[in-house]
């Protein structure tokens, strides 16, 4: 173990009674190491003791501030009530414009498949994917040539 | 058999955390502010030692409870809410002093800041000695040198490098293990431990020095 893992462990009150004695020991043995660690002592002390605060009345500010979020925020921490910001939620509200979106897709290729060139024999989508617009008819017709 | 504290109803007075949080989530908004007031002193430990006292930590201070409040259906109790919101506000700090340092990089020439601005990592110091909030049952003279060795403990906290600030806090101010630090900061346990230990060597010079200027300044009044 580190010296410094040592001393932090110390600090913690975390080590065994074998490795306190040898750090007893090396504390007795090393005046720079104990004054190291006595060092870091008051170090942790002064932290401890110099534990900040927020100037009076925060609690009031943060309600105020809860007060102040719109409706869909406020409704966020509560699962239990309509418009939740959840997953499912978050679905349903997509869902509606997917649905649409997906429908008018849907009219537009039929559209185009039927009114294009190569009429029903070449969709959209095989132009789209390169696939060539062949029949079965003229695959049979090739197939006895 | 039952035991006595199956008998004993838990105190209306002390409602547990998994109960206010269960009454905040139905809406019950004094729920929620009991819980601002259990972890206030946690979270302005973490924030105002990582941002220094003024109206950076407040903000984050209150920031960190509204996004408690907005997201309340998902914390899970996977972690303690006191660690849960110490995470928040650590995170929080991070991306403020973050913002900060662009923004002091930005604006404020380096050569024009005594303290070498924030090419060595650190921030400028927060405002002064009467920023910070004491709540002491010490008389006059007690609070006032209280709030002097906060002061000097803030400022020897803002010398530090951001990084090595936020182990020590965690570390040392909030409770927390180095295990817990590292799962919380995304770093190695060795690294706590390394950045720790340098962070101490700093802060027992720094310390020592702001305590020697102090007593020089009693003096000299």
Not at chain 1, 123 to 134: D, Q, R, T
Request: glycine share 10%.
């Amino acid at each position: 173990m580190r010296d410094e893992e040592r001393l932090i462990r110390s600090l913690d009150g975390e080590l065994s009674d074998s490795e306190a004695s040898a750090l007893r020991e090396r504390l007795l043995a090393d005046r720079e190491f104990a004054a190291r660690r006595e060092a870091w002592e008051t170090v942790r002390e002064e932290l401890g003791a110099g534990r900040p605060g927020f100037e009076p009345g925060f609690r009031d500010r943060v309600m105020a501030r809860v007060g102040d979020l719109p409706a869909e925020d406020r409704h966020a921490a509560h699962p239990d009530r309509p418009g939740a910001e959840s997953l499912y939620i978050h679905l349903q509200r997509a869902f509606p414009r997917l649905a649409a979106a997906c429908l008018i897709g849907v009219v537009a290729l039929g559209i185009y498949s039927l009114v294009g060139d190569a009429g029903l024999a070449n969709s959209a989508v095989e132009a789209l994917l390169g696939i060539p617009g062949e029949t079965l008819e003229m695959a049979f017709a090739l197939g006895s040539v | 058999m039952s035991s006595m504290l199956d008998r004993v109803p838990v105190s209306d007075s002390t409602p547990s955390d998994e109960m206010l949080l269960a009454d905040a989530r139905a809406g019950d908004e004094r729920a929620f502010a009991a819980i601002v007031d259990r972890y206030e002193a946690r979270v302005a430990a973490t924030v105002v030692s990582m941002l220094g006292p003024g109206d950076d930590a407040e903000d984050v201070g209150q920031e960190t409870f509204i996004r408690l409040y907005r997201y309340l259906d998902r914390y899970r109790g996977d972690a303690s809410l006191g660690t849960y919101l110490t995470r928040i506000a650590m995170n929080l700090s991070l991306t403020a002093l973050r913002k900060r340092k662009r923004w002091f990089s930005r604006f404020v020439s380096v050569e024009s800041t005594p303290g070498g601005g924030p090419a060595d990592g650190r921030e400028p110091a927060g405002p002064g000695l009467e920023m910070i909030a004491v709540d002491s049952d010490e008389g006059p003279l007690g609070r006032l040198e209280q709030a002097e060795r906060r002061h000097r403990v803030q400022q020897a906290l803002a010398d530090l490098n951001p990084d090595h600030r936020a182990v020590v806090v965690l570390r040392w101010m909030d409770g927390f293990s180095t295990k817990e630090t590292a799962a919380a900061l995304g770093i190695p346990e060795g690294t706590v431990m390394s950045r720790l230990s340098r962070a101490m060597d700093r802060l027992a010079v720094t310390l020592k020095e702001e305590d020697g200027s102090s007593k020089g300044d009693h003096d000299a009044g």
